[in-house]
């Protein structure tokens, strides 16, 4: 009943589909609707092109045009954006009712007239061979070896040489085409030559994100880390600079670095990155206050210098895994004390997956776990593990978006300060100040937050907690809204499970991605 | 009638790289210098593939200064494998053609065909020298997709800042002037 029930609605959409076609307007200015403005749309269709090539928002809408009343005024504007999106593409629209009552609007596709080749004083000439290099003759179906075949003996027409060229890139996603011709053996005669070159296999090891951002938070002000990157393929150096930058750790930290990475090292399963960096501290009153009430915590420094250099290991392209050291050395605020080390062993794994759903709708998973083990070993005066796992989603369909995170962490032993957990910044916990909070840190953290997204409209609910072991946790709450417009935003965050509630923003510029390509 | 043609030239660069001949009503442009086949589409053409290029030619009140008069035409050229020699058809309103011709005067054929009405130039020329920007771009003829690419880079940055053209691969400019307008024969510098 069910196919029977399939097969009626195919012949009928057919039937209008004929009727259409026989009346489609060769423009898009033509699109005179025969059912009255109002009337409610049953179903909608794109024929002569295949919809899941258009971008994910239109696709939608046009999708979410069934169930609502018709209005020419809206299906020009979808089809102008059709046009618009694919420009070699012509678009008219009909709307018809069926015997049944139901409303059906078609948007007609066809490609447009093909532009004239440009004129070329070769095309005179016939081509006495075409050959393809770079692909195996196995590789070639017969139907290709015919087409490429049928070239020979005719004069050169640039627009069959292209044709075959497009074709050829269909069938070898995996390859790159171009084109050259030679002369024949006689005169007049040239030989037609397509060359396949493979494609660079995507990168199984990735570089460390980049997070260059400007930031101004209500409570702890302005702060800034731009980190540059300057590289091409496997290869990047980044710069690092920070300018009173509270919003990483329980330290404010300025100062400069430079990370060298490479992602593929003979194989694309080996990489390795060296990192080095120099920051000098400011502490805020809050923590060095609370440092005299924990003689157990290791002392503020007055600056940190870091050497990090680490291998990496791909197991699959969606999983790898890091291991290196971790050379900090502390200057004492006093000068009449000694630095101290803070060397760790560090182990990382990372994990990635991005898909796109039957709703054309893209997920993208990520998580890692890290374990940081400070040793004697290693000749460091802290000892300490620092253990942290962390995951992130996105899920992303048309102008919105969901985003879900967590982690959690702790650390035993006595870690330097920089190592201990802070939440209540710009990115967690948004609306509580960290050094109202837990101005020393932490070495317990437990964070997750949900976040909504309506193209730059965001809405959030972030809960968390950081605190010491043996001492009482304390879960926080917040909730806001902010705007995202590219790279600017501005954020608006409410402590909920306080009496003090107010209203903490942060605003600034955040570029995940900033380089230069030399 | 001839006008005049004058090159005056005040940057030491433009010496000599720009003339300029009033020929009736128009004002016809050389420019010897002025080379855009060069690189990666001079390897196309002799490839057997052809190129296209859009040339304009602006009229300044100074230099830096916004145009006063533009011409611009696109050039479909290609290199004929056996005769060794560049063949340009303009592919615009008004087409023309020419085959045979060897590198430096297919460009210099280009060049040429980029006419300017003496009457657009108003006051320029006669009570006040004019100076001329040659400028180049190098079309791809397929309008390849966009990089997906979502990453940001400087050069990216740049290219959106500055409103760059996705089909341009390379484009050069030239600059060079003072240039006035004489009555009579005579072709020499003001």
């Known amino acids: 009943m069910g196919l029977l029930l399939a097969v009626d609605a195919g012949m009928r959409t057919l039937a209008l589909l004929i009727t259409l076609v026989a009346v489609a307007p060769q423009a898009v200015t033509d699109q005179k609707s025969v059912v009255p403005e109002g009337t409610i749309i049953t179903s909608v269709q794109v024929n002569g092109f295949d919809i899941d090539r258009l971008s994910p928002g239109l696709r939608q809408d046009i999708r979410a045009l069934s169930g609502t009343p018709l209005s020419q005024q809206r299906l020009d504007e979808l089809a102008a954006r059709i046009e618009a999106e694919r420009p070699r593409y012509i678009v008219a629209v009909r709307s018809t009712r069926d015997a049944g009552g139901q409303v059906w609007v078609f948007f007609l596709m066809g490609r447009r007239d093909e532009p004239e080749r440009d004129p070329n004083i070769n095309d005179r000439y016939v081509i006495e061979d075409a050959e393809i290099t770079g692909l195996s003759e196995t590789e070639l179906t017969q139907e290709l070896r015919d087409a490429l075949k049928s070239l020979v003996g005719t004069r050169l027409d640039a627009g069959d040489a292209d044709r075959f060229q497009e074709r050829l890139q269909r069938d070898f996603p995996q390859h790159d085409f171009s084109r050259r011709m030679q002369r024949g053996s006689e005169k007049e005669r040239i030989r037609l030559v397509f060359e396949a070159r493979k494609k660079a296999p995507p990168p199984w090891l990735r570089f460390e994100p980049l997070k260059s951002n400007v930031v101004y938070h209500s409570d702890q002000k302005w702060g800034s880390f731009i980190d540059l990157a300057v590289g091409k393929g496997p290869v990047r150096v980044t710069p690092l600079f920070a300018i009173a930058n509270a919003d990483d750790l329980i330290e404010e930290f300025s100062g400069f670095g430079l990370r060298f990475e490479a992602t593929k090292l003979g194989t694309r399963r080996l990489g390795a990155s060296f990192e080095w960096s120099r920051f000098d501290q400011d502490w805020r009153s809050p923590t060095l206050d609370a440092l005299l009430l924990h003689p157990e915590i290791p002392a503020a420094y007055e600056t940190r210098s870091t050497i990090t250099p680490m291998v990496k290991f791909a197991i699959s392209p969606n999983l790898s895994v890091a291991g290196g050291v971790s050379i900090s050395e502390l200057e004492p605020l006093f000068p009449e004390t000694e630095s101290q080390m803070a060397n760790a062993a560090v182990a990382s794994v990372f994990y990635n997956q991005s898909w796109k759903d039957a709703s054309e709708a893209t997920h993208r998973l990520e998580g890692s776990f890290g374990v940081r083990a400070g040793s004697r070993e290693l000749e460091s005066d802290l000892a300490y593990t620092r253990y942290l796992g962390q995951a992130w989603y996105r899920y992303h369909f048309g102008r919105h978006q969901v985003q879900a995170s967590g982690m959690a962490g702790g650390i035993t032993g006595t870690p330097p300060l920089f190592e201990r957990f802070a939440l209540g910044d710009s990115t967690t916990l948004r609306g509580w100040d960290k050094f109202d909070i837990s101005p020393v840190g932490g070495n317990r953290m437990a964070y997750s937050s949900i976040e909504y997204r309506y193209t730059g409209l965001a809405l959030f609910l972030d809960v968390g907690s950081v605190w010491d072991a043996n001492t009482e946790r304390k879960v926080r709450v917040s909730t806001g809204f902010g705007f995202h417009a590219g790279p600017a935003f501005f954020v608006v965050g409410f402590p909920l499970n306080t009496d003090n509630v107010r209203a903490v923003f942060t605003m600034g510029l955040r570029v995940s991605g900033v380089g230069i390509k030399w | ?190």
């Open chain 2, 1 to 190: 009638m001839v006008l005049a043609v004058l090159t005056w030239p005040v940057a030491r660069a433009s010496a000599q790289a720009v003339s300029v001949d009033a020929v009736g009503d128009l004002l016809k442009i050389r420019a010897p210098s002025f080379s855009f086949l060069k690189g990666e589409p001079l390897d196309r053409l002799r490839d057997g593939r052809s190129v296209r290029v859009e040339l304009v030619a602006m009229i300044l009140a100074a230099p830096g200064k916004s145009p006063s008069t533009t011409t611009r035409r696109i050039f479909a050229l290609s290199y004929d494998l056996w005769e060794e020699r560049f063949a340009v058809t303009a592919v615009d309103a008004r087409t023309q053609s020419v085959s045979h011709l060897v590198l430096a005067a297919a460009e210099a054929w280009c060049v040429e065909q980029l006419t300017i009405p003496v009457r657009t130039l108003g006051a320029l020329g006669r009570d006040v020298p004019f100076w001329i920007r040659l400028e180049y771009r190098i079309l791809d003829g397929d309008a390849s997709a966009p990089q997906e690419d979502s990453a940001y880079t400087l050069q990216g940055l740049i290219d959106v800042l500055s409103r760059r053209r996705k089909t341009e691969s390379s484009s050069h400019a030239l600059e060079a002037g003072p240039f006035k307008l004489r009555k009579g024969g005579s072709h020499s510098p003001q």
